[in-house]
Structures are given as C-alpha cells and as structure tokens.
C-alpha cells in the first residue's frame, strides 16, 4: 500500500512530526514502512543511489502559466509555448508535446495553462532515453529557433513512465511557484500484513496515525446534493446469493462529459501506483484509496440497451452453466461455479469484486453512468482470484474483507467525486439492497486480563483511552470493560478470541518498545531430553572424528535419478515402494520426496569431483516412505559416501599406500570406528549382494543380529551412471533409528591390567572360503581368560601358499590381571589356539 | 721410571688436546688408558721398582690415571657438545613451509547453528520436540488457526502431494499442535527444529527447503513480557551482548499479540545497507504469545493456560552470522563452502 502524505495529511495533522518518527511508529505498531520514497523532494542523508532519484530545483522547476501556443515557424510537429512564471519576460519552450496542439495558433488563451516550466540551468531526467539518467537544460536551436527552458513531462520529473505530453497542471495552480512546494511528496510504501485490510486505504492509514499520535482523525466530506429525479424505476437490484453478496448499492448520475480527470487527481493516482484513465474511473479508483472501498461503473445507456430498451435490473448470481466473460482486459474467461457475478437480464457484466466485463465499460462516449457500490464474501473473492489468477486493486481489497458499511460512503464520496470532476446530476436517492446486515460485534473485555497477558498491568481508563482512538466505543463496568467494535474493524473477534484480539491492540498502541522484558517466573516442565536427537548428535560426532565432512541435500528427488541406483537390467534390490509425490513440484528435478539419501548424495559427490579428488560426506536425515495411514513413515537415515585418494597431496608427497584410492576398508575402518564409538553391542558384518554394489566388495551390518544397513563399493556402472569418474566409490546407507535405538544407555569401562603383556605371532593356512571374521572368532574363544588382543598385522596369497588359500597372520597378546604371566603359560594358551584353529578351520599353523 | 710415568703423562694430555672427533678419541683412549694402553702397562711395571719407592710410584700412577680419565670424559663431552652443536645448526627447516594435511571432518553449518541454538535454549529449560517434515492440511494449518481459504494462507506458498489434503510443512508450527496434544495438561517449555518447505523458485534469497527452529513455552502463568525477556536474551546469547533487539507488531495467525523481533544490523551497524535493505534493522525471528484457538486445539483450556512461542530459520542466521550472501550454498554442499565452517 503505498501512501502519499501530502494525501494523508488531508485526514491528519502530521505537519509537525519528523518523518523518521512517523515511518519508526507505524512500523512498530504493524504497519511496515518497506521503503520510502521521495518524489521532488531531496533525500534526507543525500540520495541513496539505489534508484534514480531527482529533487526539483526550487530557483528552476517552476509552476509556470502557458499563456499562448505559437506555431514552430520550420516544423509541424512542433509548437513554442510562451510561459509566463514571475520573471521579467515569459520563456519560449519548444515542445511536440500533443497535448497543446489544439491551443496553436489561437493567440492568447482566455485562461491560461498551467504547466511545470524548466529554466535554463535545470537538472531533469532525460525523456528521450528513459534509462533514470539525468539531463541538465542548455540554451540551443531547435529547427532554427533558440531555446533553452522547457515545458516536463511527468517522465521528466521522475513521477511515471509518461511522456506522451507535458503535465497540465489544474488552473488554481500559482504560478511561480516552485514545483517542489507545489507538489513535492514523500510516499510511504507499507508491507501490509493479511490482517490490516483496514489500513488498505488512505483513510485506515490515517486512523491509525490519528491514534498512534493522540490526533483527530478528518473524514473525507460526501455531501452533494441530488438534483436528478429519483433513481427507483430507473435501475433495481436482485441479490440471488446473499451469502456471498451481504450489501449492493447503486447510484446514477447523468449528464456527464468524459474527460481528464484534474491533474490533483491523476498525481495522486500515480503516486499511489495506478495509472489515470478518465474522471469517471479515476473517481472510482480515488474513493478505492481513499476509503478502501472498491467501486464500478457502468456506462448506464449500454445497460438499457442491454435490458432492451428499459430499465436495467442488476443481478448478482452463481454462473450458469456454459456462461462465459470477456474482461476489461481483453480476456475471455470460463467461469467456474464457485464465482459470483454481477449480471443483469442479458447475461454476465463483470466478476463481482474483481474485474469489470469489456462491454459496459465506461468509454468517451459514455453520458450516464450508473455506480456499483457493494460488499462480497472474501472467501468467494480469494477462489476466484485464484481460479483466474487475477490480482486487481480491488480483489486486493475485497479478498481482505470490507465491512458492508463501508460500500455505502464510498458510494456518496464517489458520486460527489464524479459529479465534481465530470459534472452531471446526480440522481436522488441510491438503491440499497442490504439482505445480509453485518452485526455489531461487542466484546466483554476483563480488566485483569489485558495484564495477565501482557505481563503489564493497564487501568481501566488506559485501556479505554488507547482503544477510543481506534474508534472502539468503550464502557466501564465495574472490572470490565464492554467494547463496540466499529464497522471497519472486521479482524475483530467476539469472546475470549475478542479479548485476545483487543489485547493485541492495546499492546500496539501501548508500543512494544515500552515493555520491558521479564523472566519466566512459571513453573519449569519435566525436563526428559531427547534421545533421539542426542543420539544422532552422538553418530554426527563419530563420524566428524573419523574424518567425514558433512553435507545436507535436498529432500526431494526424482524416481529416475534414485533408478540410477540400480545398475541397468538388474533387479533392484531397494524397497518397491511407492513415493510420495508432490501435486504442484516446481521444476522438474523435484518431484518426489526421497527413498534414500544416496542418489542426493552421490550427486552431491559428482560435483565436487570437479575440484576435489578426496571426498569423504556423511549425511544424517529424513526418508519418506508412504504407508497405510495418511501420512508417510519418516524414517532417520545416515549415508556414507567416499571416494579418492587416501590421503591428501601435498609438497611432501605422500607414501605409496596413501596415494592409492581408498577401497572398501578404508570405509570398514569408519564403520568399525562408529561402531567402536557408539559402544555397539555384537556387531557382525556379512557379506551382501545389494544390487547397488561391486559383487563381492558390500558387506552387511549387523547390531544384536539386526542388520541395520549395508555398505561397500559402489557398482562400477552405478558410478558411472552418475558420473563419478574411475576410482572405487564406497557407500553405505544405514537405519538411523534402529542403530540408535541399539545404542547401549551406558558401558562398563573395562579393567587395565598392570602387569606385563606378552605378545605371539600365529600364522596359519585357510582356505580362501573363510571368512577373516570366523579365524578371530575362533581365536577369541579358544583365548579364554588370558587373550586380551588380536590383531591381523598380514594377508598373504600366492606362493608358496598353495591356490584357494590364504595366509593370515596375527599378533596375539596375552596378559593376565592377577600377576606377570609366564611364557609357558601363555605358550600353553597359544598351543590352544593353534589346536581349535586347526581343528575347527582345518587351518594349517605355520608359526 | 717416575720420569717416564710423568713424561708419559704430558704426551698424553697433548694428544688428547689433538682428538677432535669420536673415533679419534677413542683412539687414544685405547693407547694410553685401554687395557693395553701404555699408561696402564707403565703401571702394571710398578713390580719392576725396588719396594721403597712403590707406594710413591702407585699414588702418583693412580693419580695420573684418575687425571688422564676426568681428562678424557671432559675432552669426550666436549666434542659431543661440539657434535650436537654442529648438528643443530646443519638441521634448520624452512618452518614457512606447509606442514602435512590432516583430514579434518567437520559439521555442516546448519548442523553447527541448530546446535548452538539447542544449546542456548536447553540452559533456559527448552528441550528439543521433533516433528514430522509430511504434514496433513489440519495441523500445517486449520488447527493453527489458518482455516482453509483464509487471507493469512497466503503467508505459505506449499507444496501438497498428490494424496488430498497432505503437504509438506511450510513452517514448524505444526509441531505445536503435535507437542501440545501429547504434553497436555503439562506445562510446556519446547524447541521444534525441523526442515521447511516452500513453493518457490529457489534463488540468492529463497529456498525450496530449509531449517526452521520454532518454540513453544505454554503454562500458567506466561507473558508478553516473559517472552520479550527471553527472546532478547536469546538474540544477544547468539549474536553478542552488546547487539540491540527490537520488538515490532507483526501478524502471525497461530500467536496473537504478534510480534517481529529485529535485531540491528551486523553488517552496516544500524546505518543502512543492502542486506537491512536500508532500515538498520534485521529481521531474526517472529514469536507472539500463543493463540486462544491453538491452545484449545492443543488440549489446553484458553481461560486456564497462557503461552508464547516463536520461530527463526538457522540458515539466515548463519547467512548473517558468516556474511554469507546467497542461501544456493547451504544445499549446493560445495567443500570450498563446507570446510569453511
Ligand atoms: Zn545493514
């Protein structure tokens, strides 16, 4: 909503209250002054350079009076307006303005016009490039005639866009004035929040800055009187959905002349963002703003016509089926059952509320007009809207809510406004269907409880005062206060809502800077944490010491790049189930909500190999798999994904090892690290056959026998479907929830011993079959007490270990917590081991 | 042979001043103290004096000998230091050198603020409620006092799936309800992290998904001023004691009186730049007190319970807390951006 205050203060003496106060006040109370601007006047603090900005020089833009049009002696499409403005000789403007055309050649004009005069030396915008630069006025010919002041456009003074003609000010204009305290302004742009639809008018804003500043608030005058004859018999009104349509008035007047509406008129329009189109509808756009009342005309003849040569009858009504409407702009629309129209017996005229219908516009021709004022349902309003994607001034306003009361000022103040700027008669008396009256909504508010909600105790005669300059009619009785809402105030509620809403509006007016701020003084609630986000926290931080970087990607996906998971003719061994599916996605690679957080990340991955060699992500969150209820299950998932080489380069080079690509242990090694940090219970890893991974290179996590996700080396065609280059990428996906819910709630540290370790080699002989975890397996059983550690140190194959064979090899620690072990002793277990290994593995012990 | 010993004596001083390194030291300490050094064999010779001049000759011989040994570990330590000197000096590094990378794991920065916002919260007794991201109409909305076709719907660009009436949270509040209704009749001090979702083309400013941190205190006795307090604490336990808040009237349709908090801004100092687009003042969060609907809807008696609650998005905060200018990077997971954090 944007707010000139030249046109504000017509309603509210703001004269001596600095801008900054004024724009700091209605921000605080709700009324959000997004930006500012200065039109003609100089920006406080000099110009901002966000946008190009012009403060008319007071010595040289001038309000000047064209006393004769001259014919250019050497062109056609020009003309030289002689411009009287207090100076010693009038200026000779050469100007193709259009507008003075008709004025040429006929001597000295009777009165003259009033236009915006530019002197020599004048700084303006540049008409002709229309870019915001600027131009300084120089004396030159132009066709042969010297010239060096001009006549402006509103382009040139940076008001609008035109530059069709110059700007013809209204008579009453004084000459000579500069055009800086003739109609410099400053208009406020307010970011209006849905329930202000009663600051979505001049007249709002200024109620609440009447009472933001303890001020008076001035109505705008509606008196006119009605010469005409009586309108009942020249038009009625039939009102089919009074649901939807609570109030419908209309008024006629007669006898007008279309034209320019006065230029006071147009700047304000301009000012406040809409372009002028005649007196009749800038009359009704003015009174929209001003009031907030949106309002129709309709060219009255075309009705009759329409009626077959009688009075019309409006209708207001539901669509039938098949009806169509072309609107003011050009559009021919289907209307859907839910719009309600104003009709009358020959079919549709406009979408009631919204926008008016092409044939009974009002246009050059028109003499009679007859005026719409009405109120609609802001429901129906916002459907239709909606359905037909329009976003008018009036559907603004309308699909905010405007009280029934309203409809019958802004048609007296538009009549009046019309009348004034066309002439004619206005005809006595309006038609004024009203089937739905609007109750009047009073609120039993408590004293007490204004306080117990704000935490600041208000009196009675505190309330009353700030809520009076809202226009709430208040009385005290007793503890409390009974409150009559005024009709403009629709967000208004009855009841304990009523009271909430009234608090609010104490509170604003009080000013929420002059509260001061307190500490909870309730009661604290049980305090029981949360063990489902501690925990996770807990898998982030592991994964963060192990060396993971990580990422966060978008939720939403296809189903064709998650396929991608799946390398090409494979049965794909992900869950077939469905996604959930976005009705409105809005682009194309965001149309599901995920399955897996591996496509994300695997893309994620690909787009950092551009720069990055070594990636090594994890991500924690959210899959979405649909279910039997409403609402989908929405399982924790982590995801691991790495790839490169081991070690970063450097100057240093790195060693042989290091320089290699990471392979599947490199990722075993941060599980067992998870694992390890989360003190996991009987983890077991066994090989998989995920679809998604290098056969023979996955591997299965098991916690307490749950198999809690797999991990491995991502198939080479699965690489390459999303384009991650030739080194192994390993990758995991693991149940968050059930991994978490298996975390122990605490551990046992284990004793240290304090006497002296022994350690022994074994290496022995199996077959290529078994697997490494089932040699430790054994080990540690045939252990017993005094085994402490094993660990493999040597893989070996080829010879002379004979083919399908492996060697392994493990240094073994022995240790006891009782005394310092002998190496007989611990001999004697190793001798242990070596049997079962052969007994059970049919290992051969070489050591 | 006293003279012998003596003369014996000088020359071995003199040659020990001539061992300058390790291997001719211990040269010399074979020749004349070793075992068979000529020192140790004049000694040995002592049987060859007649009996009345041995105990002379033995004290000045053990004399000698103890000398010639303090001599030789004097002169030995010497040239070690000599060594270690020499050494130290040839070992000097160019320390401006990079040194060996070490592969850091880090959090993202959303995970990094959320944290620190459960942190500050957690000491003023909010505990963490989670949520679902795949909310129905009811809760995103109608139980947050948004009925269906309301103006205040206008507030959320959404994202509904293709089952009737569920969608994806565009805001965390749904969490309210959900929190009220299992806590109901306890009083209620929460935090509801959680992604959001918006329809909307994503750009430098605005985001299909991002974080949002909303919270919920509901009790007996819970203020306008309770919350003032306590959101002004929060702001400046992030962002700095000395950083200046604001409350202004805003409109939220689940909180009523409802309010904007501000915060001046960081970048310019409250002067005016682009990223306050000139105001001086960010904004960091909307909160208000809860209600009268929602609290019903939530199992709470109106009359009975009061409560406030708020909501912020981390990414904007860590946008103005890092100076970051384009939200594309939270989700663009570029390592040049993540290992900044
Ligand atoms: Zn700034």
Redesign the pocket.
């Known amino acids: 909503m944007k707010v000139p205050l030249r046109w504000l203060k017509e309603y509210v003496d703001i004269d001596d209250i600095p801008l900054e106060e004024l724009v700091r006040r209605l921000t605080f109370a709700g009324l959000e002054v997004a930006k500012v601007r200065y039109v003609g006047v100089p920006e406080p603090g000099g110009a901002s350079g966000r946008e190009p900005h012009l403060a008319w020089d007071r010595e040289k833009l001038l309000v000047g009076a064209i006393t004769e049009v001259r014919p250019h002696p050497n062109a056609d499409r020009l003309v030289i307006a002689v411009v009287e403005y207090g100076g010693p000789e009038p200026e000779y403007c050469v100007t193709g303005a259009p507008n003075l055309f008709e004025y040429q050649g006929k001597g000295p004009l009777p009165q003259p016009l009033k236009a915006v005069l530019a002197l020599e030396g004048a700084v303006v915008f540049d008409g002709h490039k229309n870019d915001g630069s600027l131009m300084k006025l120089r004396g030159r010919k132009i066709r042969g005639i010297y010239n060096r002041s001009m006549v402006c456009s509103e382009r040139e003074l940076g008001i609008s866009d035109e530059h069709e003609g110059i700007i013809i000010l209204d008579p009453d204009a004084p000459t000579g004035m500069p055009l800086q305290d003739y109609m410099g302004d400053i208009v406020l742009d307010l970011d209006l929040t849905p329930n202000m639809a009663r600051c979505w008018s001049i007249v709002g804003v200024a109620r609440e800055v009447a009472a933001l500043f303890g001020r008076e608030l001035r109505m705008p005058p509606d008196d006119f009187s009605p010469t005409g004859p009586p309108i009942e018999g020249q038009a009625a009104i039939r009102i089919e959905k009074p649901d939807l349509n609570p109030r419908f008035m209309l008024g006629l007047l007669r006898g007008v002349k279309i034209g320019p509406s006065p230029y006071w008129m147009q700047y304000r329009l301009r000012l406040a963002g809409m372009r002028p189109i005649n007196n009749i509808v800038d009359s009704t756009n003015y009174v929209m703003l001003e009031l907030g009342e949106p309002l129709h005309a309709f060219d009255y003849d075309t009705l009759y016509r329409r009626a077959g040569g009688k009075p019309p009858t409006i209708i207001t009504r539901l669509p039938k089926p098949g009806e169509k409407l072309t609107t003011l702009d050009g559009e021919e629309r289907e209307l859907d059952p839910f719009t309600i129209l104003v009709c009358d017996t020959a079919g549709p005229l406009s979408l009631a509320g919204i926008m008016g219908g092409l044939e009974s516009e009002v246009e050059d021709t028109t003499t009679n007009v007859l005026l719409e004022a009405a109120s609609w349902d802001f429901i129906s309003i916002r459907r239709t809207m909606k359905a037909q994607k329009i976003d008018s001034e009036a559907a603004a306003r309308f699909s905010r809510g405007v009280h029934p009361a309203i409809a019958e000022r802004g048609l007296r103040r538009c009549l009046m406004l019309m009348q004034q700027t066309a002439g004619g008669e206005i005809a006595s008396g309006v038609l004024d269907e009203y089937p739905r009256p609007a109750p009047t909504v009073e609120v039993d508010l408590p004293v007490g409880s204004v306080g117990r909600l704000l935490g600041v105790d208000f009196t009675a005669e505190q309330i009353v005062e700030l809520l009076s300059g809202l226009e709430f009619r208040c009385e005290v009785k007793g503890d409390v206060i009974h409150v009559t809402v005024p009709d403009h105030r629709m967000d208004i509620g009855s009841g304990l809502i009523g009271q909430f809403d009234l608090i609010e509006e104490i509170a604003r007016l009080y000013g929420y800077d002059r509260f001061e701020g307190t500490q909870i003084a309730d009661e604290l609630p049980p305090q029981r944490g949360n063990i489902v986000l501690e925990r996770t926290e807990m898998v982030r931080d592991a994964l963060v010491r192990a060396g993971l970087q990580e990422i966060i990607t978008y939720r939403l996906t296809t189903p064709e790049r998650e396929a991608l998971l799946t390398p090409p003719g494979a049965r794909s061994d992900w869950p077939d189930v469905e996604y959930v599916r976005l009705a409105n996605p809005i682009s194309r690679d965001k149309v599901v909500m995920r399955h897996t957080l591996l496509a994300g990340m695997l893309d994620v991955a690909a787009s950092n190999l551009r720069y990055r060699e070594h990636v090594a992500f994890f991500e924690v969150g959210k899959v979405f798999i649909p279910c039997d209820a409403p609402l989908p299950d929405e399982p924790l998932r982590l995801g691991i994904v790495m790839r490169g080489p081991r070690r970063p380069e450097s100057w240093l080079g790195r060693p042989d090892d290091d320089a290699s690509p990471m392979d599947f242990y490199d990722l075993k090694g941060v599980i067992e690290s998870l694992v390890e940090q989360l003190h996991l219970p009987e983890v077991t890893y066994r090989p998989s056959e995920h679809s998604s991974f290098h056969p023979g290179r996955a591997a299965e996590l098991n916690v307490s026998g749950r198999n809690v996700g797999v991990f491995g080396e991502l198939h080479p065609l699965v690489c390459k479907a999303f384009d991650l280059g030739d080194m192994p990428v390993l990758a995991g996906e693991f149940d968050l929830e059930t991994l978490i819910g298996l975390i122990p709630a605490t551990y046992k540290m284990k004793p240290i011993s304090r006497y002296e370790a022994i350690r022994q080699d074994i290496a022995l002989i199996v077959d290529e079959a078994v697997p490494a975890a089932e040699v430790e397996a054994v080990i540690w059983e045939a252990g017993g007490q005094l085994l402490r550690g094993v660990r493999l140190f040597d893989v070996y194959r080829g010879d002379p270990i004979p083919p399908g064979k492996k060697n392994l090899a493990y240094t073994l620690m022995y240790q006891s917590y009782e005394r310092t072990l002998t190496t007989k002793k611990a001999s004697k277990v190793h001798a242990k081991i070596a049997k079962a290994l052969e007994r059970r593995l049919g290992a051969k012990i070489r050591a | 042979m006293l003279d012998q010993l003596e003369a014996l004596y000088r020359e071995a001083l003199e040659a020990l001043e001539g061992a300058s390194d390790d291997e001719a030291l211990r040269g010399w300490e074979r020749e004349y103290i070793g075992r068979k050094g000529k020192v140790t064999l004049m000694v040995r010779r002592v049987g060859e004096l007649p009996p009345e001049e041995r105990p002379a000759f033995g004290r000045r011989a053990n004399e000698i000998k103890r000398e010639l040994q303090a001599a030789f570990e004097q002169r030995a330590r010497q040239i070690e230091q000599e060594k270690l000197a020499r050494e130290l000096e040839s070992g000097a590094i160019d320390v401006t050198l990079p040194g060996r990378p070490v592969q850091v794991g880090r959090l993202h920065p959303s995970t990094q603020t959320l944290r620190r916002i459960y942190d500050i919260w957690a000491e003023m007794g909010f505990q963490v409620y989670l949520s679902r991201d795949v909310e129905d109409d009811e809760t995103n909305f109608t139980l947050l006092n948004i009925p269906p076709h309301h103006p205040a719907r206008d507030m959320w660009d959404t994202f509904y799936t293709t089952r009737p009436g569920v969608l994806l949270r565009t805001h965390t509040s749904p969490g309210q309800i959900r929190a009220m209704r299992e806590f109901a009749p306890e009083p209620i001090r929460v935090i509801l992290p959680g992604m959001c979702y918006r329809y909307e083309q994503i750009s430098a400013r605005s985001e299909i998904q991002f974080y949002q941190v909303e919270g919920l205190a509901v009790g007996h006795n819970i203020r306008l001023t309770d919350l003032i307090g306590t959101m002004s604490d929060f702001v400046r336990r992030l962002f700095g004691p000395e950083r200046k808040v604001r409350f202004r009237a805003s409109y939220f349709p689940f909180t009523e009186p409802s309010l904007e908090v501000d915060l001046d ?1 960081i ?2 100092g409250g ?3 682009s ?2 687009k000139h105001t ?1 003042w960010l904004e960091i969060a909307g909160c208000g007190m809860v209600h009268p609907v929602v609290l019903r809807n939530g199992g709470y008696d109106p009359e009975e319970f009061t409560g406030f609650a708020f909501g912020m998005g981390p990414e904007r905060i860590t946008m103005l807390l890092y100076g970051i200018d384009d939200i594309r990077y939270f989700w663009g997971n570029d390592i040049r951006f993540l290992e900044q954090f």
Do not use: F, I, Y
Request: proline fraction near 0%; include cysteine; glycine fraction near 22%.
């Open positions: 801004c970048l310019c002067k005016g730049c990223v306050c001086g």
